[in-house]
C-alpha cells in the first residue's frame, strides 16, 4: 500500500508545525532541518519530505549551507532505493556543484584546485547510485570497499551496510524466488555463516544446497495477464464511415 509523499510515523512535533506552516521558509529553521538530519542519521530513521525542505533553504539562503549535511541527506537517500529520492535530492543542488561534479567525473578525478570537496562527494555518491539503479551490486560493494573516501561519506549513518544489505535483498524478493547461493554472496557482500544468518534471521529465506529459496509474493509470483478491451459497435462505424469520407 502507497503511502504520502510527504508521511514520517518518526517525525517530531516541531518539524511537523515547521514543514506545515510559513517557518518552512524561515532562514532561522535551517539549524532545527540540520539538526534533525544529524538524528535522523544516528537514530536510523529517514524523512525525505524534510530533508528536501532543509535543501530548499540552501538554495534559497546558500550562505547557510553545509556540506557534511547535504552529504549525509544524499547517503541517507541512497539507503531508500531503488526510490527516486537521491534524484530529488540531487536536483535541488547547487549548478556549480552538479557541473563540478560531472567534469570531475569526465576527467577521471577531483579537480586540481581541491575546491570540488561537495561535488567530488556528489560524484562518487552518483556511482553508487547508478549501480544501486542498475543492479550491479557486487560492483556496489566493489566501489564502496574500493576507496576510503566512502567509509567517510557514510561515517555519520549509522548501520549504512547493513541498511544496504537489506535494501539490495528486498529487492531481490521482488523479482526472484530462487538465487544461487554464490550470487546472492556477491549481492550481499556476505560469506559463510554471515551469509546463512542473515538469510535466515533477517529475510526468513531457506538455503537448500547451493540455492536460496524466496517465498512467494505479491512481487515475484508469476500470474498470466488477461487484456480486454470493451469496443462498442458504433465505434467500429465511425471508423468505417471517415475512411469513406472524401476529403474537402
Not at 517530531?12 to 542519521?41: H, S
Not at 544446497?209 to 469496443?231: D, L, W
Request: hydrophobic residues 35%; aromatic residues 10%.
Amino acid at each position: 500500500m502507497s503511502r504520502a509523499f510527504d508521511y514520517c510515523p518518526e517525525r517530531p512535533e516541531n518539524i511537523d508545525t515547521i514543514l506545515n506552516g510559513l517557518d518552512r521558509y524561515n532562514p532561522e529553521t535551517t539549524a532545527v532541518f540540520q539538526e534533525y538530519v544529524a538524528q535522523q542519521c544516528e537514530n536510523q530513521t529517514y524523512d525525505c519530505y524534510a530533508n528536501l525542505a532543509l535543501l530548499k533553504l540552501y538554495q534559497f539562503n546558500p550562505h547557510l549551507t553545509r556540506d557534511e549535511a547535504t552529504t549525509n541527506i544524499l547517503v541517507k537517500a541512497l539507503t531508500v532505493f531503488p526510490a527516486p529520492d537521491y534524484s530529488l535530492c540531487l536536483s535541488l543542488l547547487p549548478p556549480y556543484v552538479l557541473a563540478q561534479s560531472k567534469l570531475q567525473h569526465q576527467n577521471g578525478g577531483p579537480t586540481p584546485t581541491g575546491q570540488g570537496t561537495l561535488a567530488e562527494a556528489v560524484q562518487h555518491l552518483n556511482t553508487l547510485h547508478t549501480q544501486l539503479n542498475n543492479a550491479q551490486y557486487a560492483d556496489f560493494w566493489n566501489t564502496f570497499e574500493g576507496d576510503d573516501i566512502y567509509a567517510d561519506l557514510v561515517a555519520d549513518v549509522q548501520g549504512f551496510e547493513e541498511v544496504m544489505r537489506v535494501r539490495i535483498a528486498v529487492v531481490v524478493s521482488q523479482c526472484m524466488q530462487e538465487v544461487q547461493r554464490s550470487v546472492l554472496e556477491s549481492w550481499l557482500n556476505l560469506r559463510g555463516s554471515k551469509l546463512e544468518n542473515f538469510v535466515r534471521e533477517v529475510c526468513a529465506w531457506t538455503i537448500e544446497g547451493e540455492s536460496v529459496k524466496i517465498p512467494s509474493n505479491n512481487e515475484n509470483e508469476a500470474r498470466g495477464t488477461v487484456v480486454r478491451e470493451n469496443v462498442k459497435f458504433e465505434q467500429f462505424g465511425r471508423i468505417v464511415k471517415r475512411a469513406y469520407e472524401q476529403p474537402c
